[in-house]
């Protein structure tokens, strides 16, 4: 008998492996990210009318193979354009990220999962009405599984593939549930930049401490509440 195991155990190791690459990577990348934020402002802004365009696609890519997380990001695109081509840059960027990180889960997931699940057939009872009973339904719960600030955007767009998700649905729910979360987060880049800082550093040493602390203190409980409202409506679907 062969030692190696069946093409299906791979595909969840697989799996499983990029699960935990895809929450650890994102965070240490942002960080890198903030500490190179003069650099890349620069750079972006050196390039004028195709600044927009660049950052779009390198968003789209970040975020799609689980290099950085969409929010800090989206803080980026508000901190290097402004609010008002901040928002539509990230979003164009965090649905190109939804697709190749989706169709990337999928190559490597294929069906192994959902067998998986259908294997048990109370799993596959609950995945059936969740993502193939109806559209709609499909496409409320995947704009609520984004709505979280802390929703891992790499991670779930792997378990929507890798669950059986329908394609449709999973960017049609992604943009409404991102949208949100997003703004705030480019409106808070957009802020920091008004002050004329060319990075962190320098926007603590203009704002003071007590400033910036206060305003984090602010963004933290928009954040908490968009988080609330979010657990409470999965928790009235069920899930």
């Not at 980026?76 to 008002?84: E, K, N, S």
């Amino acid at each position: 008998m062969s030692s190696v195991p069946p093409t299906r155990d791979i595909r969840i190791i697989a799996t499983a492996a990029l699960a935990l690459a895809w929450f650890t990577l994102p965070l240490a990348f942002s960080i890198l990210l903030f500490a190179k934020l003069a650099e890349i402002t620069d750079w972006l802004h050196e390039h004028h009318g195709s600044g927009p365009w660049i950052a779009a696609g390198a968003f789209a890519v970040c975020a799609g193979f689980g290099l950085l997380p969409t929010y800090a990001q989206a803080v980026l695109m508000g901190w290097v354009f402004g609010t008002a081509i901040g928002v539509p840059v990230s979003v164009a960027g965090y649905v190109g990220g939804a697709v190749l990180g989706y169709g990337l889960s999928r190559l490597l997931t294929g069906d192994a999962i959902v067998r998986r699940i259908d294997d048990h057939p109370r799993w596959r009872v609950v995945r059936s009405s969740l993502v193939e009973a109806n559209t709609w339904r499909t496409m409320g719960l995947v704009a609520l599984l984004r709505f979280p600030p802390n929703s891992p955007f790499a991670f779930t767009n792997l378990v929507l593939a890798a669950s059986g998700v329908r394609f449709v649905p999973m960017i049609i729910g992604s943009i409404a549930g991102m949208l949100p979360r997003t703004f705030i987060a480019v409106w808070v880049g957009a802020q920091g930049a008004a002050t004329g800082a060319k990075d962190l550093k320098e926007l603590m040493e203009k704002q003071g401490l007590f400033a910036i602390a206060i305003g984090f203190v602010i963004l933290i409980g928009v954040l908490a509440i968009m988080q609330h409202v979010g657990k409470r409506a999965l928790a009235a679907a069920g899930l």
